[in-house]
């Protein structure tokens, strides 16, 4: 009689297994358009937040699946999601689903376990700029650039002039410079399991298989599978998503689209899918 009414019962009463909350983690990294919101800290901050606010949770559970993107906001979500396992003393299980690549595995990173999909892709650790060059282009349709500065570097790089050998070398060392930042912090939490592969820090990427075999992730598994084995059978586990608005959003009387916002958000569309695509995915 108590089993059948358990589920009715307020709270703790109505369980029992222990909750661990999931926070998803998805998609590229800073890219933003009007239409299409990148991750950022200030996108998952709250839905961390919460998540880790659980006291009797035994850990929180994050699932990544990300190309990439912004290493800064890449950096500050680890950051994040460290403090607050520290602040809260909660373990953090991560597991991979399609892709934690470049700036998606530097927030994997922040888990005491990684756990990842014998297919999933894992890697790319490195730093990329790409773009295009237009000077020979625009000579071409007679167009004539003009560009007014205060500061000789201003336009370094300038996709609408002839490149030059100092900015590539001046671009090539910031690169440098952040690369060593996210080697740092892959010897920093997982040193004492990587191996000694030279490939593994030149951009390449690998299987979830083989990451396990080069200590970039733990095991392979599943998140069902592997937090009930864990915590046992009656686990429930728990998805926290940002909070929704008490306020619900008007109907558009009408449709505005400016130039301006539509170009960016074309550009913005294309970054995204070349780096989702650079994965075969």
């Known amino acids: ?96 689903e399609d892709v934690a690549a470049s700036g998606g595995y530097m927030i994997a990173l922040a888990g005491d376990e990684i756990i990842a999909d014998a297919t999933s892709i894992v890697g790319s650790i490195g730093v990329v700029a790409a773009g295009f060059g237009f000077s ?21 790089l300038d996709p609408f002039q002839p490149e030059r050998e100092e900015d590539v070398v001046h671009l090539r060392a910031l690169q440098q410079e952040v690369h060593e930042v996210f080697i740092e912090m892959v010897r920093a939490r997982r040193g004492d399991v990587l191996s000694n592969s030279p490939d593994l820090f030149s951009g390449l990427f690998w299987t979830g298989r083989t990451a396990r075999d080069l200590g970039l992730v733990d095991r392979l598994g599943d998140l069902r599978s592997v937090v009930k084995e864990r915590f046992g059978k009656e686990t429930e586990l728990r998805l926290v998503g940002a909070p929704r608005s008490i306020f619900p959003r008007r109907p558009s009387v009408g449709i505005s689209v400016s130039t301006e916002g539509l170009a960016d958000d074309l550009v913005a569309a294309a970054e995204i899918r070349a780096l989702w695509a650079r994965f075969g995915l």
Do not use: C, W
């Not at 699932?63 to 800064?72: A, C, F, T």
């Not at 979500?77 to 991979?96: C, G, N, W």
């Not at 000579?139 to 500065?149: A, K, N, Q």
């Open 1 to 96: 009689m108590l089993k059948s009414v358990r589920k009715f019962l307020p709270g703790k009463l109505g369980r029992k297994g222990a909750v661990v909350p999931v926070v998803r983690l998805h998609g590229p990294i800073g890219l933003a358009s009007p239409l299409r919101p990148g991750m950022s800290l200030s996108t998952v901050a709250s839905p961390l937040e919460r998540a880790f606010s659980h006291k009797d949770a035994p850990a929180v559970a994050l699932i990544v699946n990300s190309p990439g993107g912004s290493p800064v906001q890449s950096r500050l979500i680890f950051q994040r999601i460290r403090q607050l396992a520290e602040e809260k003393s909660k373990d953090v299980l991560v597991f991979v």
């Open 136 to 156: 020979d282009l625009i000579g071409r349709l007679g167009i004539e650039r003009r560009v007014y500065t205060a500061g000789e570097k201003k336009v370094v």
